[in-house]
């Protein structure tokens, strides 16, 4: 591997950096808003921005980038406003190779492998193609690793604040940092409380302070927060193997995921591979404890963790490409070693094509939305859906509605609620009750609940149905309209 990447590093690195940004750019507009996307926008403007901004789960920077956007455009357009998030993606990338080339002692072999693990993972695809935190979140924690390790404390502070300002899991980057404090001599204590630890904290005091003290996170987080951990009704149960499949699919990445149990099995001296024997081995175990913190935590204390395991991860593809690296130099036959050598490479390029077929509009068929065994599974367990390619017509339903003569009572819809409330927001939009059917009903192809059919009360889908008659058909998407009838609709109960 070492005759493979060590000429040719500058130039795999390039089309490594050139990937990274294809996948996260072309097509970035093509999908609707997702639920979680629409949730970011300050729609209501009878409410102060203050209030708005304080008024969250999460930190202010998401919050604070798209209504900047806003200001620019005067309103929310699909490109425009995933254009920030995107960029913080693509950065990470950037960022997270200069801190693998950090740690690893100038090794830029082990620093390629890292990155492409880092960056061809759907976690961070999807994320840098929705308007989300993470990106911002993961871009700036890594900036802070990395100038701290350059002793560069004001920076790391700023950049650590910001990442926490976007959300709480940038607390995360704290434990490689406090590894550092405890376990480098050449640095001094007394000059990170005072460059980094303080304007650390009068940063993230500027929201955080008013936040509790006013009762906002009482309010909005606390309980959520318990939900999450304990188990609660409004959550099904989430399970980790799932969620990173389903980002992941094919199991291309298992493979990567066994190979830091075969280097243990090795006993293989890390100082071989590194030099400097005392901080390598400091700095293996730095990554250790940055993986098992957050992986305890999600794994054993919470109970729907979602996508917040991507945090443990970080670490993990660092692990691994030390580790592909490792295997490498511990094998002595030379036709092992171009064997293992070739296969890791396709492995890579199968990984980067399966990526690119799945989160890329143009080559996508579907995929999740068409893959069967995710109904089942998202009926019993959570799956936290974003990034994916997704077009359902929602801009020409609403155009039809507006063109409509008469006025629209009301609308409801098979997708998810938030979605439909985002796109229609003009119209009533309401759920069937008791007595009740809405005038309208909207039923997506392929939406993100999985189903044909959601449910409601006892009412079978066929009878639901017979209460309708279509009235306009899109690609993904059929209006139906409420048949009019002199005697009361009345819903089995």
Known sequence: MNVMFKNKSALLLTIVFILS?????????????????????????????????????????????VWIIEKFINGHDELITRIPFALAGFLSVIAFYYLAKKLFNNNTIIALLSTILFSFNGFNIAFSRTIQYQSFLTFFGLLAVYLFMNKKYLLSAMFLGLSVLSHYDGLFFLIPLLYLVLNDKSIKIKE???????????????????????????????????????????????YSFFTFNFYNPYYVFFIFFVLPILLLAMNFPISKLLGKEEKSINIIRMLNLWFLIPFVLF???????????????????????????GIYHYIKNTYLKTFYSIFITLSFVFLIGTLFYIFIPQFNSGYPWNVAKYSAIHSKYQLFIYGFPYYRNWEEIRIYFKTLDSRVEGVFTNDGDTIAQYYLRDFNYTRPGSNFYPQYYIDIKNNQEFVDYKGYGSITKEEFYSNYTEVKRFDNAVVYKRIDRKTPLVMNQ
């Open 299 to 325: 794994q054993f204390f919470m109970s729907n963790p979602g996508t917040h395991i991507h945090n443990y991860f970080i670490p993990f593809y660092l692990l691994i490409g030390f580790t592909i690296y």
């Open 192 to 238: 990170v409380l005072i460059k980094f630890l303080l304007p650390l904290i009068l940063l993230v005091s500027l929201f955080y302070v008013p936040y509790f003290a006013t009762g906002y996170f009482k309010d909005n987080t606390f309980n959520y927060v318990l939900k999450r951990f304990n188990g609660d009704t409004t959550f099904s149960r989430n």
């Open 21 to 65: 940004f294809l996948i996260r750019f072309i097509g970035l507009g093509f999908s609707h808003f997702y639920g979680d996307e629409t949730k970011i926008f300050y729609l209501d403007k009878t409410v102060p921005a203050f209030t708005f901004f304080m008024d969250q789960r999460k930190g202010p920077i998401q919050f604070i980038v």
